[in-house]
């Protein structure tokens, strides 16, 4: 799990729009490494976490479309289903909201990675960064025999 910056990008609901943005940061060697767009009539806003952050905010600057940058929670998941409930459980166990995650697509190795936006920062690391993981991002985790009482 890492604090990860991620970008919000204003854009008009026409067609072209996101593949003129996906396309200028393709040309940038920019690697998207999670997004979501949500629309309504009019506008739509693109989320994404990328890998080179400061070349992604020199291209969307470059746009001229209203772009904002906030720090989200970056977590590693096993592509399984209960995944993201086993995090929002334990988020919600503590008394954080959640105001809006998505989750990539499987990738090699049957990881995913989850994007989260909470309200409180500091205290979601804490719940959620009590497990330690292995170098591949798998959850470490004590026998029942080990566990202190």
Not at 44 to 50: F, K
């Given at each position: 799990m890492q604090v990860v910056k991620e970008f919000s990008v204003s854009l008009v609901n026409k067609p072209g729009v996101l593949a003129g943005v996906m396309k200028a940061?393709?040309?940038?060697?920019?690697?998207?490494?999670?997004?979501?767009?949500?629309?309504?009539?009019?506008?739509?806003?693109?989320?994404?976490?990328?890998?080179?952050?400061?070349?992604?905010?020199?291209?969307?600057?470059?746009?001229?479309?209203?772009?904002?940058?906030?720090?989200?929670?970056?977590i590693k998941l096993a592509n399984k289903a209960g995944a993201m409930a086993e995090v929002a459980g334990k988020l919600a166990a503590a008394h954080v909201n959640i105001a809006y995650a998505y989750c990539t697509s499987g990738a090699s190795g049957g990881r995913t990675t989850g994007i989260i936006n909470v309200e409180n920062l500091p205290k979601a690391m804490k719940v959620l960064g009590a497990e330690k993981t292995h170098k591949d991002g798998a959850v470490v985790r004590r026998s029942q025999g080990s566990r202190r009482s």
């Open positions: 940061l393709g040309r940038a060697k920019v690697n998207v490494v999670a997004m979501t767009l949500s629309d309504s009539a009019r506008h739509g806003v693109l989320r994404l976490v990328v890998a080179q952050t400061a070349t992604a905010a020199k291209v969307l600057g470059g746009l001229g479309v209203p772009v904002k940058q906030s720090d989200v929670l970056q």
